[in-house]
């Protein structure tokens, strides 16, 4: 069984001319790296990897140093795909000016033409994107006194302003039956409303709802009927089909009665509701373009992490990812990512990562990904 990956050993950036381009390994007929070559105590490791490590460590200029020196040597610059990492490092950085210097030398030596640059708002540094604070973030704080009630109220007129919604659960301690009844109906109203909502402190939040209920145990159910409502919604909301069936189990086993039913939800990023048919109809090869991954892939990623497994669950041969969108997966995260990927290959099911950009695409197979993914990279220029 194949285990997580380990941490390649990094080089400093190349302080001469001669440092990156000392070593040149040959590639494989198939245009990737011998297993010696990639091996952490190899002292020929390939300059693209290398700067591909250096870019998900956030060390964006030492990674722009290591290719411009190595395409300072003939297999550098013979090879397309340093040249087209490159290009992918100044449109994630959005450094435009060096973009098209670089896109004049390209026509130059391959006549063809370069890589198009997309706008700003399409492709930004992901230092900005990662680290900007979300608007529509809102954190559920109690009053003075404990209270929720009036709290609750903000939150839904928040919410309804600003379209969608992340909320913060942490700062909860304690939540009265009432309280949690008036919350339930409230994600239900702004759900009916197809109102997108995310969750910070899920975890901990719902572990708190039942041991409330487990205090209630043998009391009527309108003693403990708002953190059973809160809890199914939640559940919905985020998609927990299985916490869902066993609550509702525990639900109808206790009082005899049936639970609420349970609802699709589908956030954005994943495939719109107008479009269902289309996506199921995508496993008989019939253009599923697959789960978009956007922004970067971070330590704090679990909502992305829970959103591919539970769009691998539906899925049941080939599981479609569409990386178009995702800027950089952070280095402290690549094992984590790697694990999420290889649970669903273990689980006898294909999957394909498609529209890789460069640097990604190379991190990935410094990591082994390519024993339990497919990786496509974006079509070059």
């Known amino acids: 069984m194949a285990t997580a990956p380990s941490k390649p050993s990094m080089r400093p950036a190349p302080a001469a001319p001669a440092a990156a381009g000392a ?6 007929a198939s245009g990737t790296f011998t297993a010696d070559q990639l091996s952490p ?6 300059p693209l990897y290398e700067a591909a490590i250096l870019y998900s460590a ?5 990674a722009e140093l290591v290719l411009k020196e190595n395409l300072r040597t003939k297999e550098g610059k013979d090879s397309l795909r340093v ?81 969608s919604c992340r909320i913060g659960f942490e700062k909860i301690l304690s939540i009265h039956n009432e309280e949690a009844e008036l919350l339930s109906l409230v994600f239900n109203r702004l759900r009916r409303m197809k109102l997108p909502m995310w ?23 309108s003693s403990s009927q708002g953190y059973w409502s809160l809890l199914f919604e939640l559940y919905i909301l985020d998609r927990r089909h299985e916490e869902y069936d066993e609550l509702g189990l525990e639900y109808a086993v206790a009082f005899e009665m049936s639970p609420p039913p349970w609802e699709d939800v589908v956030r954005p990023g994943g495939a719109p509701e107008d479009k269902q048919a ?23 990623s ?14 049941p041969q080939e599981v479609l990812v569409d990386m178009s ?57």
């Open 278 to 300: 289309s996506v199921h109809a995508g496993e008989n090869g019939s253009g599923d373009a697959g789960l978009p991954l956007k922004g970067v892939f971070s330590a704090n």
């Open 325 to 381: 969108g995702l800027l950089r997966i952070d280095f402290s995260a690549t094992s984590q990512f790697f694990e999420a990927v290889r649970a669903i290959h273990l689980a006898q099911k294909r999957v394909i990562l498609s529209n890789l950009n460069e640097l990604v695409a190379a991190q990935l197979e410094v990591f082994g990904m390519t024993k339990h993914a497919i990786l496509m990279r974006k079509k070059a220029a």
């Open 83 to 163: 040249w087209l990492m490159l290009f992918d490092l100044y449109q994630l950085t959005n450094n435009r000016k060096e973009f098209d210097a670089l896109s004049m030398l390209f026509t130059v030596k391959f006549e063809r033409s370069p890589p198009v640059w997309t706008s700003a708002s399409e492709s930004a540094d992901p230092r900005r994107k990662e680290k900007r604070e979300r608007k529509d973030f809102f954190p559920i704080s109690p009053s003075a006194d404990g209270g929720l009630l009036s709290e609750i109220d903000k939150f839904e007129a928040f919410a309804k302003e600003m379209g």
């Open 58 to 62: 956030d060390c964006y200029d030492a």
């Open 23 to 28: 070593a040149k390994p040959a590639m494989t």
């Open 41 to 46: 105590d190899s002292t020929a490791f390939p």
């Open 199 to 221: 969750f910070n402190g899920f975890a901990d939040f719902t572990a708190l709802l039942k041991k409330s209920i487990n205090d209630l145990s043998g009391q009527p159910v």
């Open 302 to 315: 679990k909502d992305m992490v829970q959103q591919l497994a539970t769009y691998a669950a539906s899925k």
